[in-house]
């Protein structure tokens, strides 16, 4: 038998429950059991006027903004429809049916103005960090940093060589918000003084990304999102801005290793990289500086493809500060006695091992050490004995399960970018660059946090 015909009917009055209508194992209910603003209001007072018409309700619009980067929602403006027609976005925004939804610019408005002024993004990803320790997701013994490159809102058609550029000319009142951060961070080690190299062009737009071809494809303008994270859980600790060249990733890794050990106080006992971080100033930093187990591969230039030798078939000598040859003599750096001792490395940042002119003349491997010079000569880093720790390290069974804990961090990358679409960013210059990390990785841990931590049968209190 068919049924009636279903028609509209307005009602005179309703009875409707958002509670109701969320399910149990919703992505947002879960998630909600974590998300902790009790002190928001407290962090955000000194930035709010005593006077005037009341604002927006901060938390709401943060719920809104986790909504958007939990669920890959890009744009606010999309966001604001999306919260306004889906129930369990509601819900999570502590909206009822009749509370209106705010306009996309107020998202904008607070952001360049007292959210970061008070730095709240970082405080609500910090927040959401402690819990995870709390919840006995994080030991902070092993750490893992990488970096991944994030397209930037800017496009090579507005663009310039650097050396057009003249910073000192610009007028930064008349400058866009962008140009200024740009000003403001050219002393800033993870921007403007991360290398003395100039990139070959620069935005107009955003002028401190960077402009990178290391994909191996068409160049573009990018930031790298840098993460600092336990490998236990995968929980992401720290997150970092910075431009997309090696110098400022490594300086990145030095201050979030800093500020998770201030902030949480977790000194953890190795920490896992790639070979990007092997320099001979970074695991000196790690092993002498912090205590840290480097669990890096060294970068080593000294290979040879001449088929001669290299500086790994020369033995060191540490109580006479020289290396042996293959043919048993010594190579040292000075053989004779100075009136002012001669102390100290070269500009690179080595030391000069030589041999004597005699016995390389005299040597039968002459040809296969030194074939094309009179003697042979070694370098050596002032960094060596921190390399030395490193490569004793990468041959420990620890290592390889390190190389594996590893991927961890590139799996986040992964899940930052086809989850919750990160693969470019809408909010230009260093600032931008580092609210949408934070936000993504506050997302990705409250992600995480309802993954691992079993559902309770509990109604959020009306």
């Known amino acids: 038998?068919?049924?009636?015909?279903?028609?509209?009917?307005?009602?005179?009055?309703?009875?409707?429950?958002?509670?109701?209508?969320?399910p149990k194992d919703h992505l947002l209910r879960l998630i909600d059991r974590f998300v902790d603003l009790s002190e928001l209001r407290k962090h955000l007072a000194?930035?709010?006027?005593?006077?005037?018409?009341?604002?927006?309700?901060?938390e709401m619009m943060i719920r809104m903004l986790l909504v958007g980067y939990t669920m890959g929602?890009?744009?606010e403006r999309r966001l604001c429809e999306e919260v306004h027609l889906n129930l369990a976005y509601r819900w999570f925004c502590s909206l009822d049916l009749s509370n209106p939804i705010p306009d996309h610019s107020t998202f904008s408005k607070n952001r360049h103005g007292r959210f970061r002024d008070s730095d709240l993004l970082r405080h609500v990803f910090e927040t959401v960090v402690a819990?995870?320790?709390?919840?006995?997701?994080?030991s902070g013994q092993r750490l893992a940093a990488d970096a991944s490159l994030v397209q930037a809102?800017?496009?090579?058609?507005?663009?310039?060589?650097?050396?057009e550029w003249e910073p000192d000319k610009i007028d930064p009142s008349d400058a866009p918000r962008a140009v200024r951060e740009y000003l403001e961070t050219l002393d800033d080690e993870a921007f403007g003084a991360a290398s003395p190299v100039e990139p070959k062009f620069t935005s107009h737009s955003d002028?401190?990304?960077?402009?990178?071809?290391?994909?191996?494809g068409p160049a573009y303008f990018a930031y790298s999102a840098n993460y600092l994270i336990d490998t236990d859980n995968a929980v992401i600790l720290d997150v970092e801005a910075s431009r997309s060249i090696r110098q400022a990733e490594v300086g990145a890794v030095r201050t979030m290793v800093d500020r998770v050990d201030d902030r949480f106080d977790l000194a953890p006992e190795r920490l896992i990289a790639d070979t990007a971080y092997g320099s001979g100033p970074m695991l000196d930093w790690l092993v002498n500086e912090r205590g840290i187990a480097p669990h890096i591969p060294v970068i080593d230039k000294s290979g040879r493809k001449d088929g001669t030798y290299e500086r790994a078939d020369f033995a060191y000598d540490g109580a006479n500060d020289a290396y042996i040859c293959p043919g048993g003599k010594e190579l040292k750096?000075?053989?004779?006695a100075f009136t002012t001792p001669r102390a100290g490395a070269n500009k690179d940042g080595t030391l000069r091992y030589r041999a004597r002119k005699a016995d390389c003349e005299a040597c039968g491997l002459k040809p296969k050490c030194c074939p094309n010079e009179p003697q042979r000569k070694v370098t050596r880093s002032i960094y060596e004995p921190a390399r030395d720790v490193a490569r004793a390290i990468s041959q420990t069974p620890q290592y390889a399960i390190s190389c594996k804990l590893r991927k961890k961090v590139e799996i986040l990358f992964a899940h930052l970018k086809r989850i919750l679409g990160l693969?470019?960013?809408?909010?230009?210059?260093?600032?931008?660059?580092?609210?949408?990390?934070?936000?993504?990785?506050?997302?990705?841990?409250?992600?995480?946090?309802?993954?691992?931590?079993?559902a309770r049968q509990t109604i959020r209190p009306a």
């Open 1 to 22: 038998m068919m049924g009636p015909r279903q028609e509209a009917q307005c009602a005179l009055f309703y009875e409707f429950s958002i509670e109701n209508h969320v």
């Open 46 to 58: 000194p930035f709010y006027s005593s006077t005037g018409r009341p604002s927006v309700d901060p």
């Open 73 to 75: 929602i890009r744009s």
């Open 131 to 138: 819990r995870c320790i709390e919840e006995g997701l994080v």
């Open 153 to 163: 809102d800017a496009n090579r058609q507005n663009s310039a060589p650097q050396s």
């Open 207 to 216: 002028p401190a990304s960077q402009w990178t071809g290391a994909r191996g």
């Open 333 to 336: 750096q000075y053989r004779r």
């Open 423 to 454: 693969r470019r960013l809408r909010l230009r210059g260093p600032c931008g660059a580092r609210d949408e990390f934070h936000l993504a990785a506050t997302a990705q841990n409250l992600r995480k946090l309802a993954k691992l931590i079993p």
